[in-house]
């Protein structure tokens, strides 16, 4: 009796504060494909946590060593054929799912924080945490004359939400390079160096604290990965269509030792840049449970340019996809694209004017320059420019897209897709509405907001026929009822630049249908110091529609100046960056669905 009372404790407890287990942050960030790791994950009421499930069959949580209110541990078995990469991990309990938090799969020996301060050998993968104010972790390793290391250290966009600097040492301390962000939109540091004497030398990191002190609280786990893999750096073209044979360039370094590359479809846990309203192509589909991969030809190779074809198929998923690489030091996971229906067109040649839609792939080459393209426009049509650049990994270019009419005249003009602070919540990519009232030849003129150029400014430009609009989300991730209950939905509206006007919306699913209405006067707009936004939102409260089990919603928004529907989505937020409400990365979920227990 007393055995049996003592296993029922954790399910009392986890009953009487009736809340489903939330999750804040697991160490170490990832391991090894092929390996068993051991993982503590921290959160609330993670006491009667009943398994713990991942994106994919090849991992798989094989035993709970502990199991606390606020901590739960256990060995996660990765599959050696595990993709590489992050993927998304939930905890399931009698009162629901979690959150999701992201696991990474790596391909090199593991090194946890405290094993070893000197790593016996390179290449390797460390896996670590800044804890407080305080915590600063240095490395050490020997090294050859004449050997080039890459330093890639992943925790924004791979589950943390601690921002990092990193600086390699002499043996006697000295500081001979540093990085604090990699590029002007990725704010994990990356250091590449090539070692003129053999010896002892260090790597340090910290946490970047910024003019007012902050630390990142709990979720501050990093992986740091030491190798000498390719370092891709930028993509041109970052695009293709369906049924066509591409020819891209990559530039970076030590790319000549690249022997075959391939692409793959983006799984969920590998969007990181996904930001409200989302412009880039974004599939709320589950992750096919194995990927397709189309090879690519390898048709010239140097040390910084790597120039490759790829036969896409007519049947090949739209939306995008990540390029990796292979070389006698591994796998590399270099950059998404885009693959899509539309027409594709180069800035290469002067381009004649054509009807939307369609796609310029294009390069600001040199600096200053402004690539201009006409636009017949009709009246009363309505005109859509966007642009990719940004958010598939571009590492410098800030598009601005000015319209102009025959005359020269500026009738529009748009520099972000959303003002906000950088990856967080900012998307530097432009979108542009132009409704014309005559119908002739207007200009279009795209060019960086700090006039820059060269062959790491790639950009996709997108000419369509569409009025602005809005998007719908939902929070939280884990919706979740106990059966006889109800609990509450929030419905989120996001309006595009230059969309106004009331939206109604129907929650469908859960019993009767429910409705609601966003009013004009309702924005979505950055916050006094853009480091947040405003975002309108409604309130649902759902009863339970019947026994336990999961239930799909579907949610819809329809506007009076848009007959066709918007249907709502939802998505994996992991965050926040510190103490206080601040914004999320944010991945998509394929389904709203509400679970019903007991």
């Known amino acids: 009796m007393t055995r049996r009372f003592l296993l029922l404790l954790p399910l009392l407890a986890l009953a009487a504060s009736g809340q489903p287990p939330s999750l804040s942050r697991l160490h170490p960030l990832g391991a090894r494909a092929g390996s068993l790791v051991e993982i503590e994950i921290l959160g609330e009421s993670l006491q009667a946590a009943s398994s713990v499930e991942f994106d994919s069959p090849l991992l798989t949580w094989q035993q709970t060593t502990l199991r606390e209110p606020g901590r739960l541990k256990g060995l996660v078995s990765l599959a050696p054929h595990t993709p590489l990469g992050p993927h998304l991990l939930r905890v399931r309990s009698p009162l629901g799912p979690s959150n999701s938090l992201l696991f990474n799969a790596g391909q090199f020996p593991a090194v946890l924080e405290g094993d070893h301060r000197a790593l016996p050998s390179l290449p390797a993968e460390l896996y670590g945490r800044l804890d407080g104010p305080t915590d600063i972790d240095t490395y050490w390793f020997s090294v050859h004359a004449g050997q080039r290391w890459l330093f890639d250290l992943r925790a924004m966009d791979h589950g943390s939400a601690v921002e990092a600097r990193m600086a390699l040492l002499h043996a006697n301390g000295q500081k001979i390079a540093y990085n604090d962000d990699r590029d002007h939109y990725d704010e994990n540091p990356r250091l590449e160096y090539t070692f003129p004497q053999s010896g002892v030398y260090g790597l340090r990191l910290d946490q970047y604290r910024g003019p007012r002190g902050f630390t990142f609280g709990k979720n501050n786990a990093y992986l740091l990965r030491i190798s000498n893999l390719p370092n891709p750096l930028s993509l041109s073209p970052l695009g293709a269509r369906r049924g066509a044979l591409a020819r891209f360039s990559l530039h970076g370094s030590a790319l000549a030792a690249v022997s075959q590359a391939y692409l793959t479809p983006l799984r969920?846990?590998?969007?990181?840049?996904?930001?409200?309203?989302?412009?880039?192509?974004?599939?709320?589909?589950?992750?096919?449970?194995?990927?397709?991969?189309?090879?690519?030809?390898?048709?010239?190779?140097?040390?910084?340019?790597?120039?490759?074809?790829?036969?896409?198929?007519?049947?090949?998923?739209?939306?995008?996809?990540?390029?990796?690489?292979?070389?006698?030091?591994?796998?590399?996971?270099?950059?998404?694209?885009?693959?899509?229906?539309?027409?594709?067109?180069?800035?290469?040649?002067?381009?004649?004017?054509?009807?939307?839609?369609?796609?310029?792939?294009?390069?600001?080459?040199?600096?200053?320059?402004?690539?201009?393209?006409?636009?017949?426009?009709?009246?009363?049509?309505?005109?859509?420019?966007?642009?990719?650049?940004?958010?598939?990994?571009?590492?410098?270019?800030?598009?601005?897209?000015?319209?102009?009419?025959?005359?020269?005249?500026?009738?529009?003009?748009?520099?972000?897709?959303?003002?906000?602070?950088?990856?967080?919540?900012?998307?530097?990519?432009?979108?542009?509405?132009?409704?014309?009232?005559?119908?002739?030849?207007?200009?279009?003129?795209?060019?960086?907001?700090?006039?820059?150029?060269?062959?790491?400014y790639p950009y996709r430009l997108k000419v369509e026929s569409a009025a602005p609009s809005f998007q719908l989300f939902t929070t939280p991730e884990n919706l979740t009822v106990r059966r006889g209950q109800t609990t509450t939905l929030k419905l989120h509206l996001v309006r595009e630049a230059g969309f106004s006007g009331e939206v109604s919306v129907r929650v469908e699913g859960a019993g009767p249908p429910l409705s609601g209405r966003f009013r004009p006067d309702q924005l979505f707009e950055p916050n006094a110091d853009g480091a947040d936004m405003l975002i309108p939102e409604i309130e649902f409260t759902l009863p339970a529609p019947g026994p336990p089990g999961l239930y799909p919603l579907t949610i819809t928004g329809q506007a009076p100046a848009h007959p066709a529907p918007v249907t709502a989505h939802t998505a994996v937020m992991i965050g926040p960056i510190y103490q206080g409400d601040w914004n999320f990365y944010r991945r998509p979920l394929p389904a709203i669905t509400l679970t019903v227990v007991d």
């Not at 840049?273 to 190779?301: C, G, K, V």
Request: zero cysteines; a neutral charge.
């Open 268 to 456: 969920l846990a590998e969007y990181s840049r996904m930001t409200y309203p989302y412009t880039m192509p974004i599939r709320f589909e589950p992750d096919p449970p194995s990927p397709t991969r189309l090879p690519a030809q390898i048709l010239a190779a140097s040390p910084s340019r790597l120039d490759f074809a790829v036969a896409i198929p007519a049947h090949a998923s739209p939306g995008l996809w990540k390029l990796w690489l292979v070389s006698p030091a591994g796998h590399t996971d270099a950059l998404p694209l885009e693959i899509s229906d539309l027409p594709e067109r180069t800035d290469a040649q002067p381009l004649p004017p054509a009807p939307p839609p369609y796609v310029v792939n294009g390069l600001l080459a040199t600096p200053g320059q402004r690539q201009r393209f006409l636009i017949p426009a009709r009246a009363g049509q309505p005109l859509r420019f966007s642009t990719l650049a940004a958010q598939l990994g571009a590492p410098f270019l800030d598009t601005v897209l000015t319209l102009r009419d025959p005359q020269g005249r500026k009738l529009a003009e748009n520099d972000d897709v959303v003002a906000g602070w950088g990856g967080l919540l900012g998307n530097p990519d432009s979108t542009l509405f132009y409704t014309p009232t005559t119908s002739g030849t207007l200009t279009l003129e795209l060019r960086d907001r700090l006039l820059r150029g060269g062959p790491l």
